[in-house]
Each structure stands twice: as C-alpha cells, then as structure tokens.
C-alpha cells in the first residue's frame, strides 16, 4: 500500500523558532495536504497542495509540494505557544487519502 | 452551518455486539468518508462515498459495513465487534467527488472489552 513517512515524530522548541517538518512516499500523490489536531478533536485542514513544486502559504506556515511529487514539507516560523499539537501530513489520489503518523510539536514559552 | 457532526461521543461495547456510528454533514458534501486513528498512527480510511447510493472500501474495511441513503448521513456499522476495533473514528466531508480537502468531524472514542 502506500506509505507516508512523517518526520520528526516530535519536537520540542522554544516560542518564537522555526520549525520544520516533511513527509515523503515511496508512491507519487496528485496532492499533498497538512492537517493539525488538537486533544479530542478531529483534524483540521492547514494547507493543500495540487501542483509538483507549488510553494503555498497560510500565514506563519509555509508548505511545498515535491517536485517528485513523493514529498512535502511544512515550515512553521516564529511558533506561538498554540502551535502546540499533532501535524499530519496526507497524500490525495482518485478518492484515497493516506495519512503520515503525525508530527507531535511542544512548544515552550 | 453545524459541520460535520458524529455521534456518540464516547462508546463502551462487549465484544460480538454490533453498534452504529453515526455521521452527518450539513454542508451538502458529495464526499464522506470514515477512518480510524490509533495511537501514535495516521487515519487509516475505512470506507467512502462519492454520493448517495455510491459507497468504496478503503485501505482498512474489514468488519465495517457502510451506506449512504442521503446526501447529509453516513453510517458507520460494526456488525460484531472486536478488540481490534478499540480505536477513534472519525467522520469527514468535502465538496465533489474527489475527497481531497475533507472536513472533519470531532471523533468518537470506541472500546471494545
């Protein structure tokens, strides 16, 4: 099946660094997206990616779409104590979403 | 708009009982979708619908049955359950067909003893 690799499973920063997270596939996805989640709810949608090298923004994050089309990361700057949560990175194809095994960002104030 | 709303919340069954999950969405989303989350793992998708009448397994489908009579609900059936089916659900939606940017519901914990 197709497997996303998340990477780091955690991290641990200090308010106001930058923070950065990928995600790569053994499989080529038509989209990449990155979701957020919070204790006891359901994940929330950061960013979507629909095109080999888009580079998009939503604020303090920045993610890109691999130009492979097997990867993506995601790029938080100057993170705020509600940064904190799970960040999961997913691949869309024809109906299909898989999803990596989270990012799990503390951030320290 | 209420979103994507699931119910229960929180859920104790014996193993061998069977229970609905239920999940609807008010945003008239052709997609719907079904996964689980366990711990320290991504959602797994279970089942999907691209319309009414129109329902697709997933990566995980076994012991999950699904339909989709209307538009707004999606159904989540665990026929006999088992301990393998401790998990939280989770329910989501997008407009068209596609599934790509999905609404997600806020989950139910499910135990099975």
């Known amino acids: 099946g197709q497997q996303l690799n998340q990477s780091p499973q955690s991290m641990f920063i200090q308010e106001g660094e930058d923070v950065s997270m990928n995600c790569t596939s053994s499989?080529?996805?038509?989209?990449w997206l990155w979701y957020k989640q919070d204790p006891g709810e359901g994940p929330v949608l950061l960013i979507a990616l629909y095109k080999a090298g888009e580079l998009t923004s939503n604020g303090r994050l920045t993610a890109q779409f691999g130009i492979t089309r097997k990867d993506s990361f995601l790029n938080i700057s100057a993170s705020i104590p509600s940064d904190v949560g799970i960040y999961f990175c997913a691949g869309h194809n024809n109906n299909d979403m898989r999803f990596g095994a989270g990012t799990r960002l503390t951030v320290k104030p | 708009n209420a979103g994507v709303t699931q119910t229960p919340k929180f859920q104790v069954l014996k193993t061998g009982q069977s229970m609905t999950l239920q999940c609807a969405q008010d945003m008239n989303h052709e997609y719907m979708s079904w996964y689980r989350q366990d711990p320290g793992m991504g959602l797994r998708l279970i089942h999907y619908?691209?319309?009414?009448?129109?329902?697709d397994q997933g990566e995980v489908p076994n012991g999950y049955n699904v339909s989709r009579s209307t538009t707004e609900d999606f159904p989540l059936r665990l026929l006999s359950a088992a301990p393998s089916q401790t998990s939280v659900y989770f329910c989501?939606?997008?407009?068209?067909?596609?599934?790509?940017?999905?609404?997600f519901g806020p989950g139910t914990r499910l135990t099975v003893l």
């Open positions: 619908s691209v319309g009414a009448g129109i329902t």
């Open positions: 499989s080529i996805f038509n989209t």
């Open positions: 989501a939606s997008s407009y068209g067909t596609g599934g790509n940017e999905q609404f």
